[in-house]
């Protein structure tokens, strides 16, 4: 069972702003003041590139900076008004106490005899200070009176305060909203993360070429795909490459890396523990910008393919229009197995770019020598396709020793795609040892034996 996840980035248009982005015709998102737009702000950056809505841009920004590829920092407030958005705002002062907007501001002074404050010019009266309450005249700071520093004064309620309210005028609907109820909008900037910068560079263009070449190859492609291993733990795989050629199911993991020092033996240790797990056998490892020595002898070791920067581009310039013979580009179809013959059964899967070898032999790894009915081969440009073909005619349904053999030659000979065809069938018995063993086999009622 799988499932594949979609990333951003894997859409067109967030995939072209990246690219501007690590090309560096966009260095920065900045937000810009937009009174016409239901943001407040736009980002005119992105709408000159991908003509989409201030909405739509900021949905993008941010799915972006929450995967780690963009770093946003603040950049202002923006303020609306709450009842028809506007961002037509003026802020207006009012005392805490009473809410007026009578209030002034200056330097407050309290008569200390009658404990009267009020501002400055309240107390001046002919170029002297005298108290508008009691009337006495003020002589000396700190004894009978004292400031009290620039503070605010109301004059609806004679409160005196250090803080204003600030409520908001709409110019446009004429609506006052307090401070504390009005809409306002966090404006970000937004810039590449320097270090996703490698892993983006393959992310948005070189891997889009490798799906086409799988593609273009017949594979059904998922990405970010999430595979339920034998032990019973899910494990993660970057690409996985699915090809039913009707008569062995492919599949391919192709795992990405990108760090900042060759790859340790450990992380492609793990990538091949994931493909054990999940019964995957060819295995494709992306390492960029390179594995480590010992790395590279396990990978060659464990059969995982590995492709590192100095040998990606060369081979996806070499995989663009794939030159293979005799494979037609639309073969998804499954094609049922209905052949009537060994010869129809060899041009099939000539047909299908494999290079037939019959009644060969090999020698396998304990040294012994296998002959074999058909051997097929197939290099697709990523990986080396081999299966082993038995044939066994008889007149009774074929017994388990006879599937164990066979099973036991190819595992011998180190090929893991079997086909056995059976004519007339197979014992029920020595079916169920080759469901196990994943021995694919087709059952035929006849097969003819012409002479070729
Ligand atoms: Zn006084
Ligand atoms: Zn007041
Ligand atoms: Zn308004």
């Known amino acids: 069972m799988t499932t594949e996840v979609h990333k951003p980035w894997q859409n067109e248009k967030v995939a072209k702003l990246l690219e501007a982005m690590l090309q560096g015709t966009i260095l920065e998102i900045k937000p810009q003041l937009n009174v016409q737009s239901e943001l407040g702000f736009s980002f005119p950056s992105v709408n000159q590139l991908l003509n989409i809505t201030d909405k739509e841009a900021v949905a993008i920004l941010e799915s972006l900076a ?21 961002m037509n705002l003026r802020p207006v002062y009012c005392c805490p106490k009473c809410g007026s907007g009578n209030i002034i501001r200056g330097r407050v002074l309290e008569h200390l005899v009658c404990k009267y404050a009020s501002t400055e010019d309240e107390f001046l009266f002919k170029g002297r200070l005298v108290c508008p309450k009691c009337k006495q005249e003020l002589h000396t700071v700190d004894a009978d009176y004292r400031s009290l520093g620039v503070l605010y004064k109301c004059h609806g309620c004679e409160e005196i305060f250090n803080q204003p309210t600030i409520k908001w005028s709409c110019l446009k609907c004429s609506s006052i909203t307090v401070g504390g109820k009005i809409a306002e909008v966090d404006a970000y900037s937004y810039s590449l993360n320097k270090e996703k910068r490698n892993w983006l560079q393959f992310e948005i263009k070189p891997k889009a070429r490798l799906l086409q070449f799988l593609q273009s190859r017949g594979y059904e492609v998922k990405e970010n795909v999430r595979v339920k291993g034998g032990s019973g733990a899910e494990h993660a795989f970057d690409i996985l490459a699915t090809r039913d050629d009707g008569i062995v199911l492919h599949n391919i993991a192709i795992g990405v890396e990108v760090t900042d020092k060759p790859l340790s033996l450990e992380k492609v240790f793990g990538f091949d523990d994931k493909t054990y797990d999940t019964g995957i056998r060819d295995k494709v490892l992306i390492a960029i910008p390179g594995v480590a020595p010992e790395a590279s002898r396990f990978a ?82 990523i990986v080396i396709y081999n299966i082993i073909i038995a044939i066994e005619i008889t007149d009774k349904p074929i017994g388990i020793d006879k599937v164990f053999d066979f099973d036991d030659k190819a595992y011998d000979c180190g090929i893991f795609d079997k086909v056995l065809i059976a004519v007339p069938s197979l014992t029920p018995e020595a079916s169920r040892f080759a469901q196990r063993q994943r021995i694919k086999v087709f059952e035929a009622e006849t097969l003819e034996l012409e002479s070729r």
């Open 66 to 86: 929450e995967e780690g590829i963009l770093v946003k920092k603040f950049f202002d407030k923006f303020l609306h008004c709450p009842q028809c958005g506007s």
């Open 300 to 381: 060659a070791r464990q059969r995982i393919k590995i492709l590192e920067s100095k040998n990606l581009e060369p081979f996806l310039a070499s995989s663009i229009f794939p030159p293979i013979a005799r494979e037609p580009e639309t073969e998804l179809e499954r094609v049922p197995f209905h052949f009537k013959s060994r010869s129809e059964l060899i041009s099939d899967l000539q047909n299908r770019g494999y290079e037939i070898k019959e009644n060969t032999k090999i020698i396998g790894r304990s040294g012994a020598e296998h002959s074999i009915d058909i051997l097929a081969t197939r290099d697709d440009g």
